[in-house]
């Protein structure tokens, strides 16, 4: 940490890449789904993170999330699926 001319406040250093690390290899089933894990060292030590593969989200990619092309748009749709499937 610098600290400015003008005063006392601290002038961070940018983030550079050498503060995202892959994970140890003990480690690399952290992330779930494929995901990818990775390290950020910090100050108060070192945190696990994953980057999710498209289709999952979380903190450890343990959350399927549907593709919104997927999902039906028009509800009439839906109704009409509900009630033929309600009759069986």
């Given at each position: 940490i610098?600290?400015?001319?003008?005063?006392?406040?601290?002038?961070?250093?940018?983030?550079?890449?050498?503060?995202?690390?892959?994970?140890?290899?003990?480690?690399?089933?952290?992330c779930?789904?494929?995901?990818?894990?990775?390290?950020?060292?910090?100050?108060?030590?070192?945190?696990?993170?994953c980057?999710?593969?498209?289709?999952?989200?979380?903190?450890?990619?343990d959350?399927?999330?549907?593709?919104?092309?997927?999902?039906?748009?028009?509800?009439?749709?839906?109704?009409?699926?509900?009630?033929?499937?309600?009759?069986?």
């Amino acid at each position: 940490i610098k600290y400015s001319r003008r005063g006392t406040s601290p002038t961070l250093p940018p983030l550079k890449s050498e503060h995202f690390k892959p994970c140890q290899e003990k480690d690399l089933a952290y992330c779930l789904n494929d995901g990818e894990c990775f390290v950020i060292e910090t100050l108060s030590g070192p945190h696990k993170h994953c980057r999710c593969k498209e289709g999952f989200q979380g903190i450890r990619c343990d959350q399927f999330l549907p593709k919104t092309d997927s999902i039906l748009s028009d509800p009439s749709e839906l109704t009409f699926m509900f009630h033929i499937q309600k009759r069986y």
